[in-house]
C-alpha cells in the first residue's frame, strides 16, 4: 500500500499566524489527495477533496495546493476553533485510502 | 437531514467475529461509495474497507485483508462490515462515511461509531 507522511507531527502558533502542513505521498497520486479535520472528541470533517477544492461551509482561511506526490494544507490565520489534529488522505482506488499520521495544531 | 449511524460494536474475545451496520437517510444511498475507518483510542485515522456504489468492487487494508468483508444492500440503505478472526489490534472506534460520489472516496459525511473491544 501507497504511504503518506506528514510534517510537522505537531505545531504551536499564536492567533492570526499563517500555518503551512506538508503531506508526501509514497508514489503519485495525482491529485486524489483530501484533507480533514478532526476537533477534540469529534468526527473527523472532510476540509478539502482534489488536492485545492474547499468543501462547502469551510472558511475561506483554509487552502490546499499540490499534486503528485507533495501537497499543503495552508490556514491563512489561525483561529481558537482551528484547534484540531489535521489528516491528509490518498483517495486513489488503485493505491488503497490511507491517511497521513497526522498533525496536531494548538494555539500558543 | 443526511445521516450515518452505526450499531453493532461489542466486547469479543480474540479469535471471535461481530459484524458492524451502518444505516444510511437523507440521500440516495446507491449514488455513493463507502467506506469503514477505525480510529484505536488516542491514535490517528486508519482506513479499514471501502465499496462503491452498486457494491461491485470492494477494497480492503492490508491490516484486514481475508478477514473482514464489507458489503451493502441498497434496498435496504445499509452498509456492513463483517469481521472475522478478530485480534486485540482491532480494538478501536469504528466509522462509516460516504464517499463524495459513485466511485470516488473522499469522505465527506461521517457517522458517530461504533465501538469494537477485543479482549
Known amino acids: 500500500d501507497i504511504q503518506m507522511t506528514q510534517s510537522p507531527s505537531s505545531l504551536s502558533a499564536s492567533v492570526g499566524d499563517r500555518v503551512t502542513i506538508t503531506c508526501r505521498a509514497s508514489?503519485?497520486?495525482?491529485?486524489?489527495l483530501a484533507w480533514y479535520q478532526q476537533k477534540p472528541g469529534k468526527v473527523p470533517e472532510l476540509l478539502i477533496s482534489?488536492?485545492?477544492t474547499l468543501q462547502s461551509g469551510v472558511p475561506s482561511r483554509f487552502s490546499g495546493s499540490g499534486s503528485g506526490t507533495d501537497f499543503t494544507l495552508t490556514i491563512s490565520s489561525l483561529q481558537p476553533e482551528d484547534v484540531a489534529t489535521y489528516y491528509c488522505?490518498?483517495?486513489?482506488?488503485?493505491?488503497?485510502?490511507?491517511f497521513g499520521p497526522g498533525t496536531k495544531v494548538d494555539i500558543k | 437531514e443526511v445521516q450515518l449511524v452505526e450499531s453493532g460494536g461489542d466486547l469479543v474475545q480474540p479469535g471471535g467475529s461481530l459484524r458492524l451496520s451502518c444505516a444510511a437517510s437523507?440521500?440516495?444511498?446507491?449514488?455513493?461509495?463507502m467506506t469503514w475507518v477505525r480510529q484505536a483510542p488516542g491514535k490517528g485515522l486508519e482506513w479499514v474497507s471501502a465499496?462503491?456504489?452498486?457494491?461491485?468492487?470492494?477494497y480492503n487494508a492490508d491490516s484486514v485483508k481475508g478477514r473482514f468483508t464489507i458489503s451493502r444492500d441498497n434496498s435496504k440503505n445499509t452498509l456492513y462490515l463483517q469481521m472475522n478472526s478478530l485480534r486485540a489490534e482491532d480494538t478501536a472506534l469504528y466509522y462509516c462515511?460516504?464517499?463524495?460520489?459513485?466511485?470516488?472516496?473522499?469522505?465527506?459525511?461521517w457517522g458517530q461509531g461504533t465501538v469494537v473491544t477485543v479482549s
Open positions: 462515511a460516504r464517499g463524495n460520489g459513485y466511485n470516488s472516496f473522499a469522505f465527506d459525511i
Open positions: 437523507g440521500w440516495s444511498f446507491s449514488r455513493n461509495a
Open positions: 465499496i462503491n456504489g452498486g457494491g461491485s468492487k470492494t
Open positions: 508514489q503519485g497520486i495525482t491529485n486524489y
Open positions: 482534489a488536492a485545492s
Open positions: 488522505q490518498n483517495y486513489n482506488s488503485d493505491l488503497g485510502f490511507t
